[in-house]
């Protein structure tokens, strides 16, 4: 069974830059996609960014291109999100998801198989 651990968000300036980490419980890291959703208050859930189990892919949300980055390092079961030009829109919880054997565009069409706990980021304008 997989746990996720979110960290890094935080309350910051619009244009700023903030960078969450995820953080896996599970050896075999390596064979999972990995998202990051976010969820707005009073708004469903939703896809913001996600890279493939073999990291060949990428795929982002088109209201963070440019914007965010999503990177993986295996080697320390973990999934960055680097997020440059804040906004106050993209104030919300931040979660990371997994699938295993996902690829990246796959992880914003499915209900991802594990989730984080989440992690707050507040901009403000």
């Known amino acids: 069974q997989m746990q996720l651990g979110e960290s890094g968000g935080g309350l910051v300036q619009a244009g700023d830059s903030l960078r969450l980490s995820c953080t896996a419980s599970?050896?075999?890291?390596?064979?999972?996609?990995v998202a990051w959703f976010r969820q707005a208050p009073g708004k469903e859930r939703r896809f913001v960014a996600a890279?493939?189990?073999?990291?060949?892919?990428?795929y982002y949300t088109d209201s963070v291109k440019g914007r965010f980055t999503i990177s993986r390092d295996n080697a320390n079961n973990t999934v960055s999100l680097q997020m440059n030009a804040l906004k106050p829109d993209d104030t919300a919880i931040y979660y990371c998801?997994?699938?295993?054997?996902?690829?990246?565009?796959?992880?914003?069409?499915?209900?991802?198989?594990?989730w984080g706990q989440g992690t707050q980021v507040t901009v403000s304008s």
């Open positions: 599970i050896g075999t890291f390596s064979r999972y996609g």
């Open positions: 998801a997994a699938t295993r054997w996902s690829d990246a565009q796959a992880m914003s069409r499915s209900r991802p198989t594990y």
């Open positions: 890279v493939g189990w073999n990291s060949r892919t990428k």
